[in-house]
C-alpha cells in the first residue's frame, strides 16, 4: 500500500502549525498507524516501534470515542490513553492526505486551544511559573513569580538566569534547564532554596518541556512550589532523631551537656555552650565559695561547647571550668525566669549588660556574632543551667521557628542530663560507701599472706554488692570471708556493708563458720522483713557467702558457705589446684540455717583462691565451666607469686563479657614455728596451778618479755584458777608468741565465764574481770570438745624477738 508523500505531509504539518497545532501521527485508510512524532512520544509516552502499524483505536480511552462518518475533515475532543495507563481528553483535528494512488489517510493533530484561556490559566496559578525558550532566556512568567522575587516583570524578560537570578543555585538551576530541554524528560520536585539574604526558604522545583517557547521553538516551563514548612518539618524530625539516638546514650552529666552542644552545631548555631548550675554538682567546689571577679559571679559550670572553629575561638572558659556572668546579665534572667532570651539583633554596644563584661563584649565584636538565643535547661521543676547559641558565619538571625525548635531538643536533652545527674550522685554515693566498706590494705598478720582483687561490672567504675574481708581474730588465726549481694548500685552497696559489718562483728565473737553464718542468716531475713513492701529490693533478695578461719599453729582451715562457690586450694609441691570440699548451704535470706562447717587440714604455703561468682559464670556458659576455666588459669608452677596468680585470674574474663561484679581473695598460708608456741598440760588440782604459772614465767623470760611477765602471770593464773575450780579435765595452758602475746587456756567444761561485778565483802568473783582488765583483748570461743578462754597482750614497742 502507498501511503501520502512527504511534500503532502509537510504541507499538511506546516497548515497544523498555522493554526497553532501539533502534529502527532499519520492514519492510513484502513486505521493503522503509519507515522509517530515526538510530540506525540511525549503526549502518550509510546515510542513509535512500539506503535507503527496498529490500529489508531488502541490509543483511545473509549472505541465509542473513535470519530467516524466524516470525508474531509474533522476536529473534537477525545480521550486518550497514556502508556501507564491513564486517561486524559485532548482536542484533536482529523484532516484529509491525499495518497498516491488516489487513496486517502489521515493527519491527526492536537487543535490548539485559545491563547486567551491559556494566559489566564498561566496568571491564575498561585505558583511562580516561568516559560524559558531554546537559549534559556525568559519569554513569559506569571505575576506569581513577579511578586515572589520582587523584580518588574519587564526587567526579567528576555534575560537568562543568570543575570537575573531566582535562586541560590543559579548554576545548578540552569544546568537542569538544559537538560530538560536536551532530553525532554521533566524533572519533578528538585528542592532549591531561594537566594534571600533575610529568609530561609525552600523551593520544589518543577521542569517540563514545551513545544513552542518562541518563533515555533522548543523551551521549557519552569514551576516552583514553596515547601519551606514541610522542609523545615523534615529537618525538624531529622534533627529530633539524631538527637534521640544520641543525646542520653550516656549516664555522664559532662558527655550528655556534650552531646547536646555537638547536635545543635551547624545545623541551628555556629557556637553553643551547655553551661550547668551548681545543682548539677560536677565541680570540686560549690560556685558560691568561688568568689567573684570583675563585678561577675560564679553562676555556671561549662559542661560542653561545640563550635564550627576547631580552635573555639568564641569560648572565655573551657569545658569543666566556672563561668562568671554579671548579675544582670540574659543568662541570670534565664536562669531564674525558666524562659528563654531571644535576640535576633545581638546589641553589643554601651549602655547594657555587657558594659560590665568587657572580655565578652570584645569576643563578640571581633568575631562578629551578631544573634543570640539562651534557652533554660529546666526538667522537674529544676532549672538544671541555660545553653546558649550564636551565630557568625551563618548571617541569618534565630527566629521563632528556630527558638521552637530549639527549646525542644534542649527540653529533651534535660530528662537526660537529670537522670545523668541523678546517676551521679548515686554513683558516687555508692562509691564512697563502697570504698569505706572496702579493705584498702587486707593484711593476714602471720598467718596468711594475702593479695586481692575487685572488679566492677561497669567498666567505667561501678559498684555492687560483691565483698571481702580479712579479719583477725582470736589464737593467731585469722578469717578469710567473701560475699555478694544481689543488684548493683548504692542499694547492694549499702547491704553489703551491713552484712559486712555483721560478718566482722561476730567473727570478732568467736563464732564458727556455721554458726557465724546461722545468725548472719537471720539478719537478713529481718532486714527483708523490715523493707516493709511485698516485694523486697533487688538487693534484699538474696546473698552469697564463704566464711573460713585459718589456724597457722594447726594449719587447720574451717570453713562453711551460704550458696557461695567453693574455695580453690593449690597444693604448694605440685600444683595441683583441687576446690575444697565444703557443704554448699542455702543462700542467705532463705531462712533455713542450713550451714555446716568442714575442717581441711593444709600444708604449709598452700593457696587459697575465694572469688565470688562473677569470675566463673556467663551468659553463654554454666559454673561448672567456669570453674574448670578457673583451675586451668591457676595451674601454674609451685611457689608462683600471688600477684601472678591474681592476674591469671581475672584474666579468664579477658575472652567473655563480664556480666556481674567480681571479688577474688588469694591467701598463702602460714605456719607458725614451734618456738613460737608453748603448751602445759594442767591437772585439775588446785596446787597444780603454782607450778604451772612459773614455767609460764621462764617461758617469756626465755622470749625476752619480761615486761610481760607479771601481767601474764597474773591472768595465767586467774584462768588457770577458774578452769580447776569450773571446768572439767582435761585443762590445757598455750601460749602463742605472734604480734600480741596469747594467753589461752582450754578445759572440756561447757560453762561460759562471765565477767560480773563481785560486791566488796564477796571473796571470789574477781578473776575473770581482772584477767580482762589486765588484758588488750579478752574473750572465751567454744570448740567442739570444750572452750578456751583467751587473753592477749601487746608486745612491747620494737619487739622483735628470738628468732625461730
Known amino acids: 500500500m502507498t501511503g501520502p508523500d512527504d511534500k503532502a505531509i509537510d504541507a499538511a504539518a506546516a497548515d497544523a502549525d498555522a493554526g497553532s497545532g501539533t502534529v502527532l501521527a499519520v492514519v492510513d485508510a484502513a486505521g493503522r498507524l503509519t507515522r509517530w512524532t515526538d510530540s506525540a512520544r511525549r503526549l502518550l509516552g509510546r515510542r513509535a516501534e512500539e506503535v507503527l502499524g496498529t490500529p489508531a483505536s488502541t490509543l483511545l480511552a473509549a472505541a465509542e470515542d473513535l470519530p467516524g462518518g466524516f470525508t474531509g475533515e474533522w476536529s473534537g475532543t477525545v480521550g486518550l490513553r497514556h502508556r501507564e495507563g491513564r486517561a486524559f481528553p485532548m482536542g484533536l483535528r482529523v484532516s484529509a492526505l491525499p495518497g498516491r494512488d488516489g487513496e486517502v489517510d489521515w493527519l491527526v493533530s492536537t487543535t490548539a486551544p485559545d491563547a486567551a484561556v491559556l494566559e489566564s490559566v498561566g496568571e491564575a496559578c498561585p505558583f511562580p511559573m516561568a516559560v524559558w525558550d531554546s537559549d534559556l532566556r525568559m519569554t513569559w512568567l506569571n505575576d506569581a513569580l513577579a511578586r515572589a522575587y520582587g523584580m518588574p516583570r519587564e526587567e526579567r524578560l528576555g534575560k537568562l538566569l543568570k543575570e537575573s537570578p531566582l535562586y541560590r543555585n543559579t548554576e545548578q538551576v540552569t544546568q537542569l534547564l538544559r537538560k530538560v530541554l536536551d532530553t525532554g524528560v521533566p524533572e519533578i520536585d528538585h528542592e532549591l532554596e531561594q537566594l534571600d539574604h533575610y529568609r530561609h526558604r525552600a ?64 545545623v541551628l548555631a555556629d557556637y553553643v555552650t551547655v553551661d550547668l548550675a551548681e545543682s548539677v554538682e560536677i565541680g570540686d567546689a560549690p560556685l558560691a565559695r568561688l568568689g567573684s571577679a570583675e563585678g561577675a559571679v560564679p553562676a555556671f559550670f561549662r559542661g560542653g561547647q561545640m563550635s564550627i572553629h576547631e580552635d573555639f575561638r568564641e569560648s572565655l572558659w573551657p569545658r569543666g571550668a566556672a563561668v562568671f556572668v554579671p548579675p544582670d546579665s540574659p543568662f541570670i534572667e534565664v536562669l531564674s525566669s525558666g524562659r528563654s532570651h531571644l535576640e535576633t539583633d545581638l546589641d553589643a554596644g554601651p549602655g547594657n549588660w555587657l558594659d560590665h563584661d568587657p572580655r565578652r563584649r570584645e569576643r563578640i565584636l571581633t568575631l562578629g556574632m551578631h544573634t543570640l538565643l539562651i534557652l533554660p535547661i529546666h526538667a522537674r521543676d529544676e532549672i538544671l543551667g541555660v545553653a546558649v547559641m550564636v551565630r557568625t558565619e551563618n548571617p541569618l538571625p534565630f527566629d521563632e521557628n528556630d527558638r521552637t525548635l530549639a527549646e525542644e531538643l534542649v527540653s529533651r536533652a534535660a530528662l537526660s542530663l537529670d537522670n545523668a545527674r541523678r546517676y551521679t550522685r548515686e554513683h558516687t554515693a555508692a562509691l564512697a560507701l563502697q570504698r569505706d566498706l572496702l579493705p584498702s590494705n587486707p593484711d593476714g598478720g602471720n598467718a596468711v599472706d594475702v593479695v586481692s582483687r575487685y572488679l566492677p561490672s561497669d567498666a567505667e567504675g561501678g559498684v555492687g554488692g560483691d565483698w571481702f574481708d580479712v579479719i583477725p581474730v582470736s589464737g593467731a588465726r585469722v578469717a578469710l570471708v567473701v560475699g555478694d549481694v544481689v543488684g548493683h548500685g548504692i542499694n547492694a552497696a549499702a547491704t553489703m556493708g551491713r552484712l559486712r559489718t555483721a560478718v566482722t562483728t561476730l567473727a570478732a565473737l568467736d563464732q564458727s563458720p556455721d554458726e557465724l553464718l546461722k545468725n548472719v542468716d537471720d539478719l537478713f531475713v529481718r532486714l527483708t522483713e523490715e523493707s516493709g513492701d511485698c516485694t523486697p529490693p533487688a538487693s534484699l533478695m538474696g546473698a552469697t557467702c564463704l566464711f573460713l578461719i585459718y589456724d597457722p599453729v594447726t594449719r587447720c582451715c574451717l570453713a562453711a558457705r551460704a550458696g557461695h562457690p567453693p574455695p580453690a586450694a593449690i597444693d604448694p609441691v605440685t600444683g595441683e589446684v583441687s576446690f575444697l570440699d565444703i557443704p554448699s548451704g542455702a543462700p542467705l535470706g532463705v531462712g533455713t540455717r542450713s550451714f555446716r562447717s568442714v575442717r581441711h587440714v593444709l600444708p604449709e604455703g598452700s593457696v587459697l583462691v575465694l572469688y565470688t561468682d562473677g569470675l566463673i559464670e556467663t551468659r553463654e556458659h554454666d559454673i561448672d565451666h567456669g570453674m574448670e576455666r578457673l583451675r586451668r588459669a591457676l595451674t601454674k608452677p609451685p611457689g608462683t607469686g600471688l600477684e601472678e596468680l591474681s592476674a591469671a585470674a581475672v584474666g579468664t574474663l579477658a575472652d567473655h563479657r563480664q556480666d556481674d561484679d567480681v571479688a577474688v581473695l588469694i591467701a598463702r598460708t602460714r605456719s607458725l614455728c614451734p618456738q613460737r608456741v608453748a603448751t602445759w598440760e594442767v591437772p585439775r588440782d588446785a596446787g597444780a596451778v603454782s607450778g604451772v604459772r612459773a614455767a609460764a614465767v621462764r617461758t617469756l623470760t626465755d622470749w625476752d618479755l619480761e615486761r610481760l611477765a607479771p601481767a601474764a ?77 583467751w587473753a592477749e597482750l601487746e608486745l612491747p614497742p620494737g619487739y622483735t624477738g628470738p628468732p625461730c
Open 203 to 266: 523551593y520544589a522545583l518543577s521542569v517540563f518541556p514545551v513545544d513552542n517557547a518562541r518563533d515555533g521553538r522548543p523551551g521549557v516551563c519552569s514551576l516552583n512550589v514553596d515547601v519551606t514548612g514541610s522542609r523545615r518539618t523534615r529537618e525538624r524530625m531529622t534533627l529530633l532523631s539524631r538527637a534521640s539516638r544520641r543525646i542520653g546514650a550516656h549516664l555522664d552529666v559532662m558527655q550528655t551537656a556534650q552531646d547536646l552542644a555537638d547536635v545543635l552545631v551547624p
Open 713 to 789: 602471770e597474773q591472768i595465767v593464773g586467774e584462768l588457770l584458777a577458774n578452769a580447776v575450780l569450773h571446768g572439767a579435765a582435761p585443762i590445757r595452758l598455750r601460749l602463742i608468741r605472734d604480734r600480741v602475746l596469747v594467753c589461752e587456756v582450754f578445759d572440756a567444761g561447757c560453762s561460759t565465764p562471765r565477767q560480773q561485778a563481785a560486791a566488796p565483802a564477796d571473796e571470789d568473783g574477781r578473776g575473770i574481770a581482772l584477767a580482762a582488765a589486765l588484758s588488750s583483748r579478752f574473750g572465751v570461743r567454744s570448740v567442739p570438745d570444750g572452750k578456751r578462754v
